[in-house]
């Protein structure tokens, strides 16, 4: 599992792992594509490595978007 480096913005890395516990407090998990993956991870890992990943997941998501220049188009559910 990756990790957030702390050689970058603490403010940004502090607004994604924020971003990543509403995810996890929030969400309804069967509509959205990494409702499965983040039920899995937070049933072998703490709460707050969960966070951490999630936070990590979403910097991806962010920076790829970015770097293609592309609108984000989310994956559909396993169950749809």
């Not at 913005?9 to 407090?25: E, H, P, V, W």
């Not at 509509?31 to 899995?40: A, E, V, Y």
């Not at 979403?58 to 293609?68: E, F, G, M, P």
């Amino acid at each position: 599992m990756s990790r957030i480096t702390k050689h970058g913005n603490t403010y940004i890395r502090k607004l994604l792992i924020q971003g990543a516990r509403s995810i996890m407090s929030n969400t309804h998990r069967g509509i959205h594509s990494f409702g499965g993956w983040l039920t899995r991870l937070q049933s072998r890992t703490a709460n707050n490595v969960a966070a951490v990943a999630m936070a990590n997941k979403l910097a991806r998501i962010a920076w790829a978007v970015l770097a293609k220049g592309e609108e984000y188009r989310a994956a559909e559910p396993l169950g749809a």
